[in-house]
């Protein structure tokens, strides 16, 4: 028997039987498939979720410091000579401890940086080297003026263009046997002078090579 629907007063025809269920299935089939796609985007959103909670957290670990003492213990070995080891005290660290050709020279150079502030200090020992190495590497700037340091006499330089020098506005420089020490940055003169007093031993032992 025919079903009757109620808004038509009468029995469907075949057809509109055909029809009403082919209606229901598209909208079966198109709720199932957003059901499907809103539990696609809920597991998405939850693998998300757990890939960046477990990402670490926090600040990245801090470049370990050269040895400067080893370092300089095994340079001084192959150069049969005292190697400088400075030190700034507290708060200072040593991001640089190399040998490298600075103005021509090749040199024993350490940058020190200060913690978490702006600033830096490099201490170079150029082997074999004299006051001319020393212009070169503040571009021909010139002493005008000297201070003593712990007994030992140090020039004073003050680039004028600190952008034509790397950012130094102020080295110390001295004479130390067959090499030369030179202090330079753009850290305080107080720095500058800190670090020139941790090498007096050296630069006496220095003086005494023959």
Do not use: C
């Not at 025919?2 to 598209?26: I, N, W, Y």
């Not at 103005?103 to 080297?129: C, H, I, K, N, P």
């Not at 004299?130 to 571009?139: H, P, S, T």
């Amino acid at each position: 028997m025919a079903r009757v629907v109620a808004h038509l007063g009468r029995p469907e025809t075949p057809q509109e039987t055909a029809d009403r269920k082919a209606e229901f299935s598209r909208r079966y089939r198109s709720s199932k498939t957003f059901r499907n796609l809103m539990a696609a985007m809920l597991v998405t959103i939850a693998v998300v979720f757990v890939v960046v909670a477990a990402v670490p957290r926090g600040e990245p670990a801090p470049r370990p410091e050269p040895d400067v003492a080893a370092l300089a213990a095994d340079l001084q070995v192959e150069r049969g000579r005292p190697v400088l080891t400075p030190s700034l005290g507290e708060g200072w660290r040593v991001n640089l401890a190399t040998t490298e050709g600075v103005g021509g020279t090749e040199a024993w150079t350490m940058v020190y940086v200060r913690s978490g502030e702006s600033g830096f200090l490099r201490v170079a020992q150029g082997f074999d080297a004299d006051e001319a190495w020393v212009g070169q590497v503040l571009d021909g700037t010139r002493s005008t003026e000297t201070t003593e340091i712990d007994g030992v006499t140090w020039n004073i330089y003050r680039p004028s263009n600190p952008s034509g020098t790397g950012n130094i506005d102020y080295a110390l420089a001295t004479a130390a046997g067959p090499d030369y020490v030179l202090v330079y940055g753009d850290a305080a003169p107080e720095t500058a002078a800190l670090a020139a007093a941790s090498v007096t031993t050296q630069i006496e032992q220095l003086r005494e090579v023959p």
